[in-house]
């Protein structure tokens, strides 16, 4: 069974820094690209970056580009979400999830539960 | 970026009924198109893949049709846990987009 596990979410003050860390079990992890989405309270799905599975190029929306890194640990089956320069639009509930493949050219078919980031001072 | 917008935002209907949702792209995607269903407090689900494939475990009643920059998703007979959010996306290229989402309510 496909398991993802969020932690890392708080309270952080604008122009902070949070990671976000999602731990992988049940699957090859090191097979399959990673992605975050994150959802604002009461709001839409909004993808936030993927990478695929042997860590190449990542992708970023322009929202988050230069602020989020993303990256992974093949050997930890884990993957990570660096932000900085955190702002109030940064408020959401973030999922991790599996793609469907490895390069990330794919769907996404599994989600964590969501670990809660608020900025707020 | 593509923009992908779905109709209605909302819809009620009871138990049994048949219910379709649509997305359009603002440009062509082929059939790079999924269906999530989210409920309240949880996290997304998927559905439907490449347009019209349905995900391992998702009951039949769920279908998806559509290519190009038109897709649907329908419901053949409501049941009462598909109340629920659903929200398209396109997996046709980076930035990926979601709909805005439909939810379908108790009439």
């Known amino acids: 069974e496909v398991q993802l596990l969020e932690s890392g979410g708080d309270l952080v003050q604008p122009g902070g820094s949070l990671r976000l860390s999602c731990a992988g079990s049940?699957?090859?992890?090191?097979?399959?690209?990673m992605s975050w989405v994150r959802q604002a309270p009461g709001k839409g799905l909004e993808w936030v970056s993927t990478?695929?599975?042997?860590?190449?190029?990542?992708y970023y929306a322009d929202s988050v580009k230069g602020r989020f890194t993303i990256s992974r640990d093949n050997s930890k089956n884990t993957l990570h979400l660096q932000m900085s320069s955190l702002r109030a639009e940064d408020t959401a509930v973030y999922y991790c999830?599996?793609?469907?493949?490895?390069?990330?050219?794919?769907?996404?078919?599994?989600w964590g539960q969501g670990t809660l980031v608020i900025v707020s001072s | 970026d593509i923009q992908m917008t779905q109709s209605p935002s909302s819809v009620s209907a009871s138990v049994g009924d048949r219910v379709t949702i649509t997305c359009r792209a603002s440009?062509?995607?082929?059939?790079?198109l999924a269906w999530y269903q989210q409920k309240p407090g949880k996290a997304p689900k998927l559905l439907i893949y490449?347009?019209?494939s349905l995900q391992i475990g998702v009951p039949s009643r769920f279908s998806g049709s559509g290519s190009g920059t038109d897709f649907s998703l329908t419901i053949s007979s409501l049941q009462p846990e598909d109340f629920a959010t659903y929200y398209c996306?396109?997996?046709?290229?980076?930035?990926?987009?979601f709909g805005q989402g439909t939810k379908v309510e108790v009439k």
């Open positions: 440009q062509a995607i082929s059939g790079w």
């Open positions: 049940g699957f090859i992890f090191s097979s399959y690209a």
């Open positions: 999830a599996k793609n469907s493949d490895s390069s990330g050219k794919n769907y996404v078919d599994y």
């Open positions: 996306q396109q997996a046709y290229t980076f930035p990926r987009t």
């Open positions: 990478i695929s599975g042997g860590s190449g190029s990542p």
């Open positions: 490449a347009a019209s």
